[in-house]
DNA sequence: TGCTGGACCTGAAGA
DNA sequence: GTCTTCAGGTCCAGC
């Protein structure tokens, strides 16, 4: 069993869930959002992350001298259903660009993404290793669709002790960490597992598999997403 | 430094060159030209080179088991004034076609090309990893354009010892030497060089990059491109 | 075959 | 001016 299944849902009976939700969606934080161009929903089969945010929350090299990053990785990310969806992750030396292709055409069919419309990443609270996916129609609020919705509510939920763990995914993992769900299949719907192996044992130290990982007061920077992304490509 | 650093120019001294000229262009001599399509010159960014000039002059499979045919090579060219311009240079297997594509729609442009304009390739005489390329306004002679009208005057000093050397590249060179160009940088203007590294050792022999050539008088091949390139392709 | 996706490229726009 | 980003393209191997 992976350690991602030992960690699953730990909090599931100690946090008040919001009944849309399946799985421990209140230790989801924001990391960033795009609004889809043309052709992010068309064609090329294939989405285009923004530089600032990949290189902040999806780093390609993984702390090290990690060989997946010249061809890329696989990153398997939640929907709101539970379902989870597999996208080639990759860096275009040609075009300086970080992208999301195989499996992203087949998300934009099964949601029906129009440009225009706005998908958001997010990850787990305490498990980095844990991403998940969401979207939204143009124009909507970030509140109508029941992850964001819950997205908010975790973002105010947020206690200043746990702001201190919204850093970069580089800033508190190791070189010896693997990277997030690589190859790794998820049960298809909400976790069952309630063993907890990560545990909070002071005010300043979570034990979170098997790293004992400071949490600095100091370490002051905003949530990854709080207003969502200020997108300079709106259509329509 | 490279073994065309150490050729260049040097019959710079003992040539009569042409006022115009930067570089030795008394030992260009044509290879073939092209009268410009639409599409040459149009957003599809890329010259096609009609096959039989491809194959002859600027063979891709560099005469052995060379890496570099899969993906294509970096041709250098030097232009009119000795700016280098480097195109890619590949096989398309879907057209079955040769195509300059990257930087191609920046010569394009610095040039002004039009439909039915002419672009011209030449090698020095004696270093075949040297290659020219020049251009002419549709509609005129090769004379009025500098270097075209020297390539001329070469064209006439040509003797018919030297003619043995007008051959296709892969017959006078070995899988062992690297291909002309790739990754090199020359500098912006004409060379200085001197050092003679081609020495004519007798009416059959010229030792070139440290190889002996046999010019065998029996070798009987027009010049490549004696009289201009009989387009299909003219356009107004 | 047609489609997906992998790698490449360019032009426009902004910093 | 130059440099970077990225939207919108290309070709083509594999399925």
């Not at 421990?24 to 992010?40: C, G, I, N």
């Not at 992304?229 to 259509?235: A, E, P, R, V, W």
Request: hydrophobic share 30%.
């Amino acid at each position: 069993m992976s350690v991602d299944n030992y960690s699953r849902d730990i909090y599931h009976n100690t946090v008040s869930m919001n009944h849309h939700q399946n799985d421990a969606v209140a230790y989801r934080e924001s990391l960033f959002e795009k609004s889809l161009t043309p052709s992010d929903v068309g064609k090329l089969n294939r989405l285009v992350i923004p530089k600032q945010y990949a290189e902040k929350y999806l780093p390609l090299n993984n702390g090290g001298g990690d060989m997946t990053a010249e061809k890329g990785m696989l990153l398997s990310f939640e929907d709101e259903s539970g379902k989870s969806w597999k996208f080639r992750y990759s860096y275009w030396n040609s075009s300086q660009s970080y992208v999301l292709t195989k499996g992203w055409s087949k998300y934009v069919k099964d949601k029906h993404l129009d440009a225009g419309d706005v998908v958001f990443f997010q990850r787990h609270r305490f498990d980095f290793h844990r991403l998940f996916i969401g979207w939204r129609r143009r124009g909507e609020a970030s509140y109508p669709s029941a992850v964001s919705a819950v997205s908010q509510e975790v973002h105010v939920n947020t206690t200043a002790y746990w702001s201190g763990l919204t850093t970069p995914y580089r800033q508190v993992h190791t070189s010896t960490s693997s990277y997030p769900n690589i190859h790794q299949e998820y049960s298809q719907y909400g976790a069952v597992a309630e063993t907890p192996t990560v545990v909070a044992r002071s005010s300043r130290t979570v034990r979170l598999f098997g790293v004992n990982l400071e949490c600095h007061g100091d370490v002051v920077e905003p949530p990854p997403c709080p207003d969502g992304y200020n997108g300079q490509h709106i259509y329509y």
